[in-house]
Structures are given as structure tokens and as C-alpha cells.
DNA sequence: ATTAATTTTTAGTCTTGTCTAAAAATTAAT
DNA sequence: ATTAATTTTTAGACAAGACTAAAAATTAAT
């Protein structure tokens, strides 16, 4: 399994994560910013493999063997996210460049011994599931804040989009995991919300709103 | 910097530590278990780098640069190595492996990080120096055992060779960093030494006993 | 000082993963 | 239902890094 090979099957993955659809070429190649007929020539491969199938013209779907690594690789980059915000001091902003080289890394001992080391966590920095080592990933009830009315609530579990640029936004403005978050308006126009968190208040766009998952309890 | 770059200068650095001396292409070779003509065309390019200076039939020289290229990457090999034993229950014999490939990790925060996380050591778990992040290398003031004599008193520092087949060995014995050592015997035709480690006498050939560091203080 | 043995380099080939440009298939639009 | 637009595939090329086989240079040996 090399390291190309790796990412495609990530890649397919995140594209597809309910196993049924299949995933177009074109969308593995904006995904990977790779050519269309890069992505032809290694689905075939990976296909030659029996790590997916390929129908051409239509796209590709994991098999059950390209699933299991997808998600392997996916445990082992959350993990090690949370090993670099844990141990080492990371942000949850500057986690996933890194994270996205140590996944890559072979040793099944290091990666048993990584989880227990870090205590069997269930979620990585971002809210994100953990898949344990049978590649079941644990399903999680939440919704995203954007569904809240004025009055609710909520605790932020997660965010959707993981780009630095949006949770350094979220770090300016201290929201975190496990932050309380109040709605105090909502406006019908926009969408946009006025928001307490840590006693000040802020109006977040739908699209903020959008991309951050909350739970009530 | 490709993977393979990193790993002929290492290679390189490894079989030249002090700086001077060329390093013959079929050294080369052997060491990373290649043909001599695919180290001719890659000291060539790394030639062409300003990492090295080559001179045909001559053999190469790391440069300043790659030299300092070289013990960056033994930095954090070391590093890992010590991690993984310390605090992920890695036996000394397991860890070389592993770090190859954790060495190659491309993150500067990573390793200071890492650095401090694991306390600003000075050795790894085979006794070797942990370059700091100038590239300084700590001398270190040991001896082999081969050199002591009948009634001498030591204490293992560490090995010369880290091939884990020798490091299982050493483990069966009782043999481990920091243990204390005294020669019972010396037998003068095959230089082997009878050694008491832990209360217990064992016969070690010359071959084991050029390959154990000692300090006598 | 030649010849022999060894080391190193050159030349040409292969694989992996990528690309561009053109052809083919599919989907959308009138 | 054709034509137009889009997506996908094919064909051919390229760079990196390795290999084999043959040529050239160096070192060793008589």
C-alpha cells in the first residue's frame, strides 16, 4: 500500500462515508487537486486490487477490504491530532498538515499502544469520531448550530469544516469544545445568529452557524 | 526533500561521522541496499543541491548543508526511538523500524515539541547522543567492555550495534542500559569475558563484548 | 609495467504516479 | 431528438528512482 494509494482510498472515503454511493472521478480529483485522468488510472489499480470497484464512466466504490484501510488510516490521523493537541501542546488549527503524514506511518503496535496511551478517546480535537481498532466508528448525536432557535441552549461537540482559517475564527472568539453556546437572536433575513459564549456576545453568519456541531442535553 | 534524499545523507553522514573523510559510492550502496549506479546518479543530483560534494571515483562529502540535513533526521530519529520506549512500552528492539519512517516526518514544532515532551534528553534507548536542534552532537565518554579486564567494574551505557536480534540477546541476559557489570574472567586465547550482570554469570564472546559501551567511573 | 580484478560510471530500460491533449461517452439544453 | 456542454477515458509523455549490462577508470598483483 503506498502512500498515493493510501490517500485515494481516504479520499473516496470522506466522499462516500455510507459505503453505497459511488464517487465520481471528477470529485476524487478536486478532492485530491489531481487531473480526472490521474484519478482513471489509479482507480483502475485499486480496482486490479479489489480494494474498490470501478465502472467506468460512473465512478468507484470501496470494497469492504478499501473501506477497512480508509478507516484505518482515519483512526490513526485522528489519533495522532489528538496525541499533538494532548501531549504536545498543538492547536486544533495547526494539527491536521502533521497529522496528515503520520497517518501514513506502518506499525499496528504503534498505533494500540498511541490509543492507549491517550486513554481509548472516543473524539479528536475537531469532535470527530474515532474508529477503534475494528473500524467501527462510534455514531454521535448532534446537530449543527445553525438549527437552533433564539432562547436554546447548546454545547459545541464539533465542527464540520476543519480549516485553520475557520477555527482560528472559532479560537478569537473562544469557541471550543464543550463551550456553552446561548442563542439570544436569531435574524430571519440572514439567518445570522447573536450568540453568547463565555458571558460576551457575538452574530455568527449562517455560514459559521452551518459548520459547527452542538448538542443538547 | 524526498524520502530517499533524507535517506543517502543519512547513509552518508552515518558512514563519515566526522566530517572529512569521502565516502566511496559501493559504501554507499551497501549500506542502503541498492546498486552502485542508482547511488551515482543520486550523488549527482544531491551534488547538484549544494548537499554534498562528489567526485567522480572518488566517492562524496557531505556539505554543510546536508550535513546538517543529516543530523536533523538522526535528531528526530532518536527522538522517536526514545518515545516509543518511554511512553509507548516499546522494547529497544522493536523501535528501529518504526523510526525510520517517524524520522521522516516533516514538522519542526513536531520535534521541539517532542523534544521537550520527552525532557530534553541527551541519549536514546540504544545509549546513542540525541543531536540538539543546532546539530550539535554530545560527546560521550565511554569505552567497549572488550577493553576492561578480569576484576573490572562497569556500567552499560550502550551498544554499538542495534540489530534487535543482538538487543534480544542482550535482554535475555539481563543486559540493559545502566546495569552494572563486572568481569569475573577474561580467557586470553578467544578474548571472551565471563561477566556478572544482575548476580548472575554469563559467558560473552568478543564478537558481544566489542558491541556493549561501558562507563567505569 | 603490464595484466587482472575491482570499482565506478554510463547508457538504456522499467515502474509509479503524474500530466496534457485528444477522443469517447454521458448529461443537459434547446 | 439533435446539438451543446460536461465528464471521463485513452494515448502518449515526463520525472523520480531504481535496475541491468557494458564501458571506463582505478587499484592490486604478478
Known amino acids: 500500500m503506498t502512500l498515493s494509494e493510501e490517500n485515494y482510498l481516504k479520499a473516496i472515503f470522506h466522499l462516500a462515508p455510507e459505503a453505497d454511493a459511488m464517487v465520481a472521478t471528477n470529485a476524487i480529483a478536486h478532492r485530491l487537486e489531481t487531473k480526472a485522468s490521474s484519478v482513471t488510472d489509479m482507480v483502475k489499480k485499486l480496482s486490479d486490487k479489489g480494494l474498490l470497484t470501478y465502472v467506468p464512466y460512473q465512478g468507484a466504490r470501496l470494497s469492504k477490504k478499501g473501506r477497512q484501510i480508509a478507516v484505518n488510516i482515519i483512526r490513526k490521523h485522528r489519533l495522532w491530532e489528538l496525541f499533538l493537541v494532548e501531549k504536545l501542546n498543538f492547536s486544533w488549527d495547526e494539527v491536521h498538515e502533521v497529522a496528515e503524514q503520520l497517518e501514513h506511518i506502518k506499525s499496528p503496535k504503534l ?107
Chains 1, 2 share one sequence.
Not at 467501527?136 to 469544516?161: E, T
Not at 475564527?169 to 463565555?198: C, Q, T, W
Open 111 to 217: 498505533v494500540e499502544q498511541l490509543d492507549d496511551f491517550l486513554g481509548n478517546p472516543k473524539v479528536d480535537p475537531h469532535g470527530d469520531p474515532i474508529p477503534d481498532k475494528e473500524g467501527n466508528i462510534p455514531v454521535r448525536d448532534h446537530r449543527l448550530l445553525s438549527v437552533l432557535k433564539a432562547g436554546d441552549r447548546a454545547i459545541c461537540v464539533g465542527v464540520k469544516d476543519s480549516d485553520a482559517n475557520f477555527l482560528k475564527y472559532l479560537n478569537k472568539h473562544g469557541i471550543a469544545l464543550g463551550e456553552k453556546i446561548e442563542v439570544i437572536d436569531k435574524e430571519p433575513f440572514d439567518e445570522s445568529m447573536l450568540i453568547r459564549v463565555r458571558k460576551k456576545e457575538i452574530r455568527v453568519s449562517q455560514q459559521i452557524a452551518t459548520n459547527i456541531y452542538i448538542e443538547t442535553r
